[in-house]
């Protein structure tokens, strides 16, 4: 059972940014990949973005395309989400999770292809 640790969320001024991490709690050679996705209030939860092992490749929702990056250490079995530019619209609670198989693409921006969450970090950016 992989556990997975949210941190840095906060609030911030439109504009701004702010490094979103995620431990997991084991070595992650035996995960796939690893994404973040966000649920505003009333809204159902999106895809933000991911990162798959090996190969090691990103995926970005459009939304946040060219403002977030994804990365990862893998000696800190750890991902982070830096967000730059932020706005309004981005506020939301922001999850972790892993996949332990392969997945494709457009799978993983998929919630249902997830095998383990994170509890969630809140992020507000005030206008």
């Known amino acids: 059972q992989v556990q997975l640790v949210e941190s840095g969320g906060g609030l911030v001024q439109a504009g701004g940014s702010l490094r979103l991490s995620c431990a997991a709690s084991?070595?992650?050679?035996?995960?796939?990949?690893m994404g973040w996705f966000r649920q505003a209030p009333g809204k159902e939860r999106e895809f933000v973005a991911a990162i798959s092992w090996s190969p090691s490749n990103t995926y970005y929702a459009a939304s946040v395309k060219g403002r977030f990056t994804i990365s990862r250490d893998n000696a800190k079995n750890t991902v982070y989400l830096d967000q730059k530019s932020l706005k309004p619209e981005d506020t939301a609670v922001y999850y972790c999770?892993?996949?332990?198989?392969?997945?494709?693409?457009?799978?993983?921006?998929?919630?249902?292809?997830?095998?383990?969450w994170g509890q969630g970090t809140q992020v507000t950016v005030s206008s």
């Open positions: 084991e070595r992650t050679f035996s995960i796939y990949a």
């Open positions: 999770a892993a996949v332990r198989s392969w997945a494709s693409a457009s799978s993983l921006t998929m919630s249902t292809k997830y095998d383990y």
